[in-house]
């Protein structure tokens, strides 16, 4: 974290610190992250607000339980440029938040642990290059370009499906996106809803939110679709 400028003055807050990470294996990651930059004065508001650092995982990472990274409300990129996995399938949460920095997840999130809810929370870009499978999707407030490749939410046996919700005031592109509920062995289970809201143009591949069929012989109904 950077430090507060001096009360009274017009100076700037510190600069949060540049994070670089690497392991020749894999970077298991045991704790949260925070590069914020501290409030200049007169505050608040982000006018004197010091940037927060930029945060880069250069290589493969695991999720050793739930995490956060944040760089703050002002500038400073976060980038994934490995594969990302959880611990156990559907239960490690990533919350990244990035103010008016940007979001890159380069290489295939959940490929082998799939992830809890990932959240990005602020960006000024969002990018995901491989597919990503997690217990839901969520950007809550982007305002640059959000391009995204294959989201997959399918709930896992006998859950619904998770949410997949992405709003920025840039342009949207998604790929293909995969809300379906979960095999069941009973009643059908529903998909999770879909919702992407763009500010200027946005453009969709493939939804499936396909609601779960209830288990062979039953006379329980099949799970709802998304919507």
């Not at 703050?72 to 976060?78: D, F, K, Q, R, S």
């Not at 920025?168 to 592109?173: F, K, L, N, R």
Request: proline residues 1%; contains cysteine.
């Amino acid at each position: 974290l950077g430090s507060a400028a001096f009360g009274g003055s017009t100076l700037a807050g510190g600069a949060g610190g540049v994070v670089g990470l690497t392991g020749t294996t894999r970077i298991d990651l045991g704790g949260n992250i925070d590069t914020t930059g501290c409030l200049g004065d007169p505050a608040p508001g982000t006018a004197n607000h010091g940037a927060g650092g930029a945060v880069t995982v250069n290589s493969a990472a695991k999720l050793l339980a739930s995490r956060t990274i944040t760089t703050g409300p002002t500038a400073g990129n976060i980038t994934f440029s490995g594969t990302t996995d959880g611990s156990t399938d559907f239960l490690e949460n990533l919350t990244l938040t990035a103010g008016t920095g940007t979001v890159t997840l380069t290489g295939i999130v959940g490929g082998v642990k799939k992830l809890g809810d990932i959240q990005i929370v602020s960006d000024a870009g969002l990018t995901t290059t491989n597919a990503v499978t997690a217990k839901s999707f969520t950007e809550t407030a982007g305002t640059g370009t959000t391009s995204l490749n294959a989201i997959t939410t399918t709930g896992a046996a006998d859950t619904v499906g998770g949410a997949v919700s992405v709003t920025s005031t840039g342009a949207i592109t998604a790929g293909t996106i995969t809300s379906n509920g979960g095999v069941s062995t009973g009643v059908g289970r529903a998909a999770g809803g879909v919702t992407l809201n763009s500010g200027t143009v946005l453009t969709t591949g493939a939804i499936n939110a396909l609601g779960s069929a209830a288990f062979g012989g039953s006379t329980l109904a099949g799970g709802a679709g998304g919507v």
